[in-house]
């Protein structure tokens, strides 16, 4: 019965996630199409490029969200074993990853990989070190790509090191597969440090 939930739950969370919030803001709100700003990424990013901070918010907001409830169900609600929220957070991942209402095409998936860290509360020490790695990468690497996936790495060697071989290493190594895949072309120059926030520190 537990294989059965979590199939399930993994099948729901897909579809959840491979919902293009983003795209959808952007015609009906804005009444643009946001791929075709940018990187041409069907994301959130795009939404803040066609020219709205609030709906942006709005779009970065529905992306977490989407990838709260099933993890959530499966965790909390369920009592799933532990394998069973991994599985089913990286199902969500992918679909907003590879969303077949774009033609299997999708977003870097950044919101909703935080979204499903916030659906496995109470044990919120995932989201804690991955949004502090996060904001740290924002701030020091200028490559957005590559300051993303130093964060997810930094993540799971703190959880490797506190941790050793648990889910939570797993379900990072996960992350890091997915969003390594998304993020690859960014990732062809070499890191550099003085993020965006210092940048800006730098001009005042």
């Known amino acids: 019965m537990e294989a059965v939930y979590t199939a399930s739950l993994a099948i729901a969370a897909f579809i959840l996630g491979s919902i293009p919030f983003s795209v959808i ?3 009906w709100l804005l009444k643009k199409d946001i791929t ?3 990187d041409g990424n069907p994301g959130a990013a ?3 490029r066609a020219g709205s901070k609030k709906i942006g918010m709005v779009a970065v ?4 969200i989407k990838g709260i409830p099933f993890v959530f169900i499966s965790h909390y609600v369920l009592d799933l074993p532990v394998l069973s929220p991994v599985i089913i957070a990286v199902f969500a991942v992918l679909g907003h990853a590879y969303s077949p209402f774009l033609g299997w095409k999708g977003g870097k998936a950044i919101a909703v990989t935080f979204g499903t860290t916030l659906g496995l509360m109470p044990q919120y020490e995932v989201f804690m070190v991955l ?3 996060m904001i740290l990468g924002a701030i020091l690497i200028q490559n957005d790509s590559w300051g993303v996936m130093i964060a997810v790495l930094a993540t799971l060697i703190y959880f490797i090191i506190t941790k050793g071989y648990s889910w939570e290493p797993l379900l990072l190594v996960c992350f890091l597969i997915v969003l390594g895949i998304k993020h690859f072309e960014d990732l062809h120059s070499v890191p550099r440090f003085g993020g965006r926030f210092m940048r800006r520190s730098q001009a005042r």
Request: charged fraction near 10%; hydrophobic fraction near 55%; proline fraction near 0%.
């Open 25 to 27: 803001i952007g015609r």
């Open 46 to 48: 795009n939404v803040f």
């Open 61 to 64: 907001i529905l992306d977490i």
């Open 131 to 133: 949004a502090i790695a």
């Open 36 to 38: 075709t700003y940018g």
